[in-house]
Nanobody, 125 residues
Framework: QVQLRESGGGLVQAGGSLRLSCVVS????????SAWFRQAPGKEREFVAA????????YYEDSVQGRFTISRDSFLNTGYLQMNSLQPGDTAVYYC??????????????????WGQGTQVTVSS
């Protein structure tokens, strides 16, 4: 059974940065695609970024392109989301997700089989 646990969320002022981490246990994470999604109050969960198993391929939602960076350390079974130039519109619960498959550009949450519990990110203006 694959288990994911996020950390690193918090309260930050607009323009600030946060780094989220996602520790994966229970499976060889190095073979999985990992991704980040977020859900703001009253809104649907939306895709943020994804990275393939070896880190060669990444893709992002347009609204975070150039500000967020997804990465991974497969030896540590950990994924990361570096978030810079944060804006109040980035306020949400952030979830990490994993899938045994990869397809460039896939943003549907149904593609991902495993999910963490989420970590709250709040950006004040």
């Amino acid at each position: 059974q694959v288990q994911l646990r996020e950390s690193g969320g918090g309260l930050v002022q607009a323009g600030g940065s946060l780094r989220l981490s996602c520790v994966v246990s229970g499976h060889a994470f190095r073979t999985y695609t990992s991704a980040w999604f977020r859900q703001a109050p009253g809104k649907e969960r939306e895709f943020v970024a994804a990275i393939n198993y070896n880190g060669v391929y990444t893709y992002y939602e347009d609204s975070v392109q150039g500000r967020f960076t997804i990465s991974r350390d497969s030896f540590l079974n950990t994924g990361y989301l570096q978030m810079n130039s944060l804006q109040p519109g980035d306020t949400a619960v952030y979830y990490c997700a994993a899938s045994p498959n990869f397809k460039m550009g896939v943003k549907e949450s149904t593609w991902f089989d495993y999910w963490g519990q989420g970590t709250q990110v709040t950006v004040s203006s």
